[in-house]
């Protein structure tokens, strides 16, 4: 009984260390490559995520990672009737959808990158609405630093549709049919 007692001790102190300790594969319900996040945490010693959405009754409502005692990821998951407008979203929303220095970037969904976060909305009919935004929000990352952009975009570029895919919206494909707009065909 002693070794097996000695063998659980063991791997409760290597499960401890914060080089054993890495980014879950599923962030706030969606799958996603840990390695697309990695640049855009500090670590992932004392993970911890505090979910409150709910996919099946499209709720508006955010999805929180703690990180070392401390908010390193914001997500806000929202559903509405009307699309929205993204640049107004990151500038005039305060600590709700803002990000900072906002521009938008070609993509099939409507989507805003900042230094701090991201912005992506798409039509996506639920119980919610029609419509599904959600704001990527990094609060550790300066305001005034430009370097984590393109990890940022490149992130949201495979997180949105992955987690478009969870909320039961139909298999759509998107195409931009213009500036900033998004046309949508059922694939079912």
């Not at 990180?67 to 407008?85: C, G, K, T, Y």
């Not at 990151?90 to 521009?103: E, L, M």
């Amino acid at each position: 009984m002693s070794l097996i007692a000695f063998s659980l001790w063991g791997f409760g102190v290597s499960c401890d260390g914060a080089a054993d300790q890495e980014i879950p594969k599923s962030i706030c319900g969606t799958r996603m490559d840990p390695d697309l996040m990695r640049p855009l945490v500090t670590s992932a010693e004392d993970w911890h995520e505090y979910d409150r959405v709910d996919r099946s009754e499209a709720i508006t409502a955010p999805c929180l990672v703690q990180v070392q005692n401390h908010l390193a990821i914001r997500f806000r998951f929202s559903w509405d009737e009307n699309p929205m407008d993204l640049m107004y979203l990151a500038k005039n929303t305060g600590s709700i959808s803002g990000v900072t220095d906002p521009r938008e970037i070609a993509s099939p969904y409507k989507m805003v990158v900042g230094t701090d976060g991201a912005i992506s909305t798409t039509r996506c009919k639920t119980k919610g609405g029609q419509y599904f935004t959600l704001t990527l929000q990094l609060p550790r990352i300066k305001l005034t630093d430009q370097t984590h952009r393109k990890d940022i975009e490149k992130f949201m570029r495979a997180y949105f549709p992955a987690t478009v895919n969870t909320l039961g919206c139909g298999k759509t494909t998107a195409r931009t049919t213009g500036p900033g707009e998004v046309s949508h065909r059922n694939l079912n």
